[in-house]
């Protein structure tokens, strides 16, 4: 009976950790890289309290232009000074991109993040400059985080913002990014797998 007792004890660990383990659970105050391209998960749900922007977009981009932008987040909880307070992931299809205060930020895995000193805020400004190769449509998307500075991911709810823009000399309508929130079908194939491995695992182990 014992012996069932610790066995049961055993699996039921197991489990926590596994679930605990699952995709969307990392919280990464110093920055997230391309983990973060579906959203901020490790930051609660996303929410329609928070609203994720680019400040200064053009309705059309010219390739001789650089353009002074802002990634801006709103929403509950309250802004504090002495607290953390956001972050984002930011990608962009093409151009260079200068963030104005390189301390706070980071290029990342193809995209940009904050660092953990960039958290003490929800505006970051920057500078985008296209290229000059590609008439193309350029796409912007922010996934931000609006945070209460507790260390914990309680609390906290986030957002995403997404557009693409024309070139001058190509004004046709570009189509606009869509967000799908479900975990991909392959994150759950590879999760089920090593779930299955650690289980056989466990049972050989303890029989």
């Known amino acids: 009976m014992g012996g069932q007792r610790q066995r049961s004890v055993i699996l039921g660990t197991a489990l926590l950790f596994l679930v605990l383990g699952a995709p969307t659970l990392s919280s990464m105050p110093a920055g997230v890289g391309e983990l973060g391209d579906n ?10 309290s928070v609203s994720v922007h680019v400040l ?3 309705e059309v981009y010219a390739s001789n232009m650089s353009y002074n932008l802002s ?4 929403g509950p909880p309250q802004d504090d000074a002495n607290s953390h307070q956001g972050g984002f992931r930011f990608t962009v299809t093409s151009g260079v991109v200068v963030f104005e205060n390189s301390t706070n930020t980071q290029s ?5 993040t904050h ?5 003490y805020q929800r505006v970051w400004n920057f500078t985008w400059t296209p290229s000059n190769e590609s008439i193309d449509p350029v796409e912007f998307i922010v996934h931000g985080n609006a945070v209460n500075g507790n260390g914990q991911s309680s609390g906290d709810a986030w957002n995403s913002f997404g557009a693409a823009i024309a ?3 190509a004004p046709q309508e570009p189509e606009q990014p869509v967000f799908d929130r479900d975990i991909g079908a392959l994150d759950w194939t590879v999760f089920a797998a090593g779930l299955a491995a650690l289980m056989f ?7």
């Open 56 to 58: 200064g977009l053009p």
């Open 71 to 74: 990634i801006a987040i709103d």
């Open 115 to 119: 660092q953990l000193s960039g958290t």
């Open 167 to 169: 070139h001058q000399d």
């Open 108 to 112: 990342l895995e193809d995209g940009w």
């Open 39 to 48: 959203g901020c998960t490790c930051h609660g749900g996303d929410s329609t």
């Open 201 to 207: 695992f466990l049972v050989r182990t303890i029989k």
